[in-house]
């Protein structure tokens, strides 16, 4: 029997350098794809291809090339930079996702796509805690284009058959790789910043809480739901999943316990208002009763 081959387009990124460390770490086949190479060291020997995700040719020809089994797409424009750069941001999700879902679909040995939606798909009106159908018109370009790519999945599996899972991250903290673009990225930056002479600035104000997932839980769930048998998965958008939730003020005083010369100013910024139209947490009931999902840091 062949073995399964994971393919996982934006590799070089905060998720994508974890999860690829993660599936290689468990033994499994993995071919790392980006338009950069990754910077972990112990990545660095993996079979990587260089790859631009709009380009529709060379994404069917690496699918079919690579033999991938498992394709995971992770390469996107989030939600800060996304705001500054709309016109790059909604081609690159939505051109990039189309071109892996078409390609997954004519790809014969595809058997699974994974692709990540966000709590951005929420717009202003759910309340503290989003429901997994909570109201979603989302006001950013980067919600707009995880909603859309949502229902593209769900439509690519009722017309096409094609196996595509998906769950929506609330902000990621890991440590292996810098943040791209984010709303949430104040919760890794900080760390960034903990000798500086100055002040951390947070660009959100002290009282933004906001659902937050370690890294671990972020590509436990990744694997949880793709080892998943396909009669488990009955949302085919996309599942809410919730690890914690919190504000800067609170993680600035844990900082602070352990760090006691540690020090923060609050400026917010253009990224207050897309954290005030997020949701406080997500209901994660359907994950949880569908899949299994049961996060290890709350
Ligand atoms: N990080 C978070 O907090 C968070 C939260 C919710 C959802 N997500 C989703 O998870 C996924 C991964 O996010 P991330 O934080 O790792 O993002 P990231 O910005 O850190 O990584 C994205 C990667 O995609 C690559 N890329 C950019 N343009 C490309 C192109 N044209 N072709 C191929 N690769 C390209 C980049 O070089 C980068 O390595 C995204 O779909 C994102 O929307 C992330």
Not at 7 to 23: D, W
Not at 100 to 115: G, I, M, R
Not at 212 to 234: C, E, L, N, R, T
Request: charged share 20%; proline share 6%; glycine share 8%.
């Amino acid at each position: 029997m062949s073995r399964d081959v994971h393919f996982i387009i934006g590799a070089s990124g905060q998720l994508g350098t974890e999860f690829a460390l993660a599936l290689h770490q468990a033994g499994e086949a993995v071919v790392l794809s980006d338009i950069k190479p990754p910077e972990l060291d112990a990545l660095k020997d993996l079979p990587f291809e260089c790859m631009d995700v709009r380009d529709r040719d060379v994404v069917h020809q690496q699918l079919i090339e690579s033999g991938a089994t498992h394709v995971h797409h992770l390469a996107a424009a989030l939600s800060a930079r996304g705001e500054k750069e709309p016109q790059w941001a909604w081609d690159l999700n939505m051109r990039g996702l189309l071109n892996v879902l078409e390609s997954a679909t004519t790809s014969p040995l595809v058997k699974q796509v994974f692709w990540p939606s966000s709590i951005a798909v929420f717009g202003p009106d759910n309340g503290p805690v989003a429901a997994q159908n909570g109201h979603r018109l989302p006001e950013t370009v980067y919600g707009m284009s995880k909603q859309a790519g949502e229902q593209w999945c769900a439509w690519f599996r009722k017309h096409h058959g094609l196996d595509v899972r998906s769950v929506r991250y609330p902000g990621l903290i890991g440590e292996l790789s810098a943040p791209g673009g984010g709303t949430t990225d104040y919760a890794v930056e900080v760390f960034d910043h903990l000798e500086g002479p100055e002040p951390y600035s947070c660009f959100l104000s002290e009282a933004t809480t906001l659902p937050m997932m370690h890294m671990d839980d972020a590509v436990g769930a990744m694997m949880q739901i793709m080892s998943a048998s396909a009669d488990q998965i009955k949302n085919r958008e996309s599942y809410n999943i919730q690890g914690m939730s919190f504000d800067p003020k609170t993680l600035f005083e844990e900082i602070a316990k352990h760090d006691p010369g540690f020090k923060a100013a609050f400026a917010p910024d253009f990224r207050q208002s897309i954290a005030d139209g997020w949701p406080d947490r997500v209901d994660d009931s359907a994950a949880r009763a569908d899949w299994g999902w049961s996060p290890r840091s709350t």
